[in-house]
Each structure stands twice: as structure tokens, then as C-alpha cells.
């Protein structure tokens, strides 16, 4: 039985796994690793340790539909729609800018219930409205790893059983052992695998060590150089039951300061407001703070952060539990087309 290797338990690679699980049709074993605690990825949503029905999205923030992705994904929207994983946007978002024809979706149970419908789905059969997804499972994998030579017509002929899902299992290097890949990892000893799928920041997978760094071609390298990501640091705040914060939007972008760029009512921006449960809050910083700040302590960001909150939102209460988060590789633009930068 071929094995699968899926490195990353985001949403790419969560949604790579159920598609596999969806598409092929004998026997294919599936393992995914992720180095993080648990699933999401940049689509992150931590609890307050206080309470873990108090919740906040740490990365993004809401998904936006165009014209352009609704004709060609439509049916991925309209099932985390009709599950409930994902549903309309109607919250006010102060300094949103809306174009014709986009739709914006939030997730209610937190951005990471995305990729956690995934994994569910990649460990069991599930029936797709009777309907091929229509995406191509051959192409998908032939396109990260084209020196591979896999073979398209036993590819489609595939099926997959339970996929293996860890964490805490970070990818170090991978190796050509007798036409396998063998994998190693941080912790744990190293693995054989038919098929390896990368879905981590470009720079993550230049790291790997291993005969993978002579494996990318020439052109592959450049185009993975050629990916810049922005970088930026992720504030959560947890309030006790009966907070009130009282403004009149549920996120919003701010404009005017050096540090934040924007905040959200997590729980008013998803509506899931609950007298039981406290409001929870996220603030994002502008990427010049991020970039400036990088290297310096989480402790000591938090501390430049809530100084510049309270010139936003003067006399917020104390939190009882705070998550501050550093995303290095937050968002990509392309060098090549700046203007993809922030496109969503
Ligand atoms: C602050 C912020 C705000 C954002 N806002 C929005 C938004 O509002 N709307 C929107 O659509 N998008 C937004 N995004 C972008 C969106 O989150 C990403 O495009 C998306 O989550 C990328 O998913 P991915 O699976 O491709 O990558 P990732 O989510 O980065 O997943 C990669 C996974 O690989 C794992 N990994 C990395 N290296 C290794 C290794 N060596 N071994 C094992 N595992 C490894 C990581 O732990 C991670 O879980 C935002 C991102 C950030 C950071």
C-alpha cells in the first residue's frame, strides 16, 4: 500500500488530506505531521485556559468569496456552509473594504474548525453530494513534487484508509533511500514514504535539510525565493463572564498608529456572544512593529502592545488570560506581483 506522507495540518493540508480520502479508490495509507499542539496553522484558534469555550482567532480573521473563487470553488463554500462550519459575515467591520460580488464567511466555532472538518473527513468515507470535487488528486501531488515520475492512471485507481494524524512532530530532513522518502524528524525516529506533500511557508521548506535541497530544481528554488511573507505579532485577550466592551463595531482597522493595525471582539465578530462565556479580543500588529520587533521577547511585545491599546480603547479591564503569538510568516506576497500583497 502506498504511503502518504502530508507535512502541515493546516488548512492546505488538511484539505489535501480529505480530498485524497475523497478521490482515490484502493488502498493508500495517509499520515499527517504537524509541529504545532494542534490543527489550523496560520487558521490558529487558542482557548483561554481559564475556559476553553472562550475562544479567539489568532490569525485570519474571515474568508473572503470573489466572484473568481466562487466559480471555481463554490462547492468547498457551500459545504462548510451547509455544515455550519462557515457562516455569513454580518458583524460590522470597521474599515473593511468590500469589492463587488465578495462574500465574507466567518467561522463560528473559530477559523481552526475549517481544517479540524477536514482532518475528520480525511479518517472517515464521507459521501460528496454524490459529486466529484473535481479536483485533481494526480495534479495536486505531481505539482510539488514533479521529479517523482508517480503515475497518473495508478494514482486515480488509489483509495485511502484512516489517515495517522500527529502533532508535535517537526520535519527536519527528508532523503531518496531506495525510491522512498525517508523522513526524519525532530523527535521520533524516521519514516518511509511513497509520496510527500510540503504545505508549509516557502522559507520552512528551504530549511529542510537533506537530499531535498539538491532535489528542487533551479527554477522550483527560485520560485520558492520569489515569496515573501510579511510578519506580524497576534495578541489574544480573555474577559471574565458579564466584561462589557462597549463599542459600536465587532473588528476594525485602524489606520493611526505604529503598533496596531486591527482589533476584533472576537466572539461579536463570529456572534457568538453569550453572557456566560467572557468577550475574548484580537489585536494585530502592523507589520513594520512586527518586522521591527521580531526577535525581541514575547513578554515585552505584549507589554508594547497593551501600552498602545490603551490610547485605542482606553480603561479596558484586566484580562484574565492573554496568548500573544508571533507570525513570522504571516501573509505572502509575491515579489515578482506586489500588488498580490494583502489581496485578501
Ligand atoms: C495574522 C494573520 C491574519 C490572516 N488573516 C487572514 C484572513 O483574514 N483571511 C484569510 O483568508 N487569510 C488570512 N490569513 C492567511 C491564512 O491564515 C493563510 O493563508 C492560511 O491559513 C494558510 O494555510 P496553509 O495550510 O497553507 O499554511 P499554514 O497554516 O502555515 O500551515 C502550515 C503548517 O505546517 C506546519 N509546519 C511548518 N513547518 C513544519 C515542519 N518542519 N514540520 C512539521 N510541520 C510544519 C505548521 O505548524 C502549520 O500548521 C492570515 C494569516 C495571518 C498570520
Redesign the pocket.
Known amino acids: 500500500m502506498a504511503r502518504v506522507l502530508i507535512?502541515?495540518?493546516?488548512?492546505?493540508?488538511?484539505l489535501c488530506a480529505a480530498l485524497l480520502r475523497r478521490e482515490a479508490s484502493s488502498p493508500l495509507r495517509l499520515t499527517v505531521?504537524?509541529?504545532?499542539e494542534d490543527?489550523?496553522?496560520?487558521?490558529t484558534t487558542a482557548s483561554s485556559p481559564h475556559n476553553p469555550q472562550s475562544t479567539v482567532d489568532?490569525?485570519?480573521?474571515?474568508?473572503?468569496c470573489t466572484p473568481h473563487y466562487a466559480k471555481i470553488h463554490q462547492s468547498f463554500y457551500d459545504e462548510l456552509l451547509a455544515g455550519g462550519i462557515l457562516k455569513p459575515l454580518t458583524s460590522p467591520i470597521d474599515g473593511m473594504v468590500i469589492k463587488e460580488g465578495d462574500c465574507n464567511f466567518v467561522a463560528p466555532h473559530g477559523v481552526s474548525s475549517i481544517s479540524k472538518h477536514y482532518l475528520k473527513q480525511s479518517a472517515h468515507q464521507v459521501p460528496v453530494h454524490g459529486k466529484n470535487t473535481g479536483v485533481d488528486c494526480h495534479a495536486l501531488l505531481q505539482g510539488i513534487f514533479p521529479t517523482q515520475g508517480l503515475n497518473p492512471m495508478s494514482f486515480t485507481s488509489l483509495a485511502l484508509a484512516g489517515a495517522d494524524i500527529c502533532f508535535r512532530?517537526?520535519?527536519?530532513q527528508i532523503n531518496l533511500r531506495n525510491n522512498k522518502w525517508e523522513v526524519s524528524?525532530e523527535t521520533g525516529s524516521s519514516e518511509q514514504f511513497d509520496i510527500i506533500v510540503l504545505?508549509?511557508?516557502a522559507p520552512?521548506i528551504l530549511q529542510?535539510q537533506g537530499d531535498i535541497a539538491n532535489l528542487i530544481s533551479e527554477c522550483q528554488r527560485q520560485q520558492l525565493e520569489s515569496v515573501s511573507y510579511s510578519s506580524?505579532y497576534?495578541l489574544g485577550l480573555f474577559y471574565e463572564a458579564g466584561t462589557k466592551i462597549d463599542v459600536p463595531w465587532a473588528g476594525r482597522y485602524i489606520t493611526s498608529n505604529p503598533c496596531i493595525r486591527f482589533i476584533s471582539i472576537d466572539n461579536k465578530k463570529r456572534n457568538i456572544e453569550s453572557s456566560e462565556i467572557g468577550p475574548s479580543l484580537v489585536i494585530?500588529t502592523t507589520v513594520p512593529f512586527g518586522v521591527t520587533y521580531l526577535e525581541h521577547s514575547i513578554e515585552d511585545v505584549q507589554e508594547l502592545i497593551f501600552q498602545q491599546l490603551e490610547n485605542i480603547l482606553p480603561g479596558l479591564p484586566q484580562p484574565v488570560a492573554t496568548k500573544c503569538q508571533k507570525?513570522r510568516?504571516?501573509?505572502?506576497f509575491c515579489l515578482e506581483n506586489p500588488m498580490d500583497r494583502g489581496a485578501?
Not at 505531521?33 to 504545532?36: E, F, P, R, T
Not at 490543527?39 to 487558521?43: A, E, I, K, V, Y
Not at 512532530?169 to 527536519?172: A, K
Request: hydrophobic share 35%; charged share 15%; proline share 2%.
Open positions: 507535512v502541515g495540518a493546516g488548512l492546505t493540508g488538511s505531521w504537524d509541529k504545532a490543527s489550523g496553522g496560520r487558521m489568532l490569525g485570519a480573521q474571515y474568508i473572503t512532530q517537526r520535519v527536519t524528524r504545505t508549509m511557508p520552512q529542510l506580524r497576534a494585530h507570525w510568516h504571516s501573509q505572502y485578501w
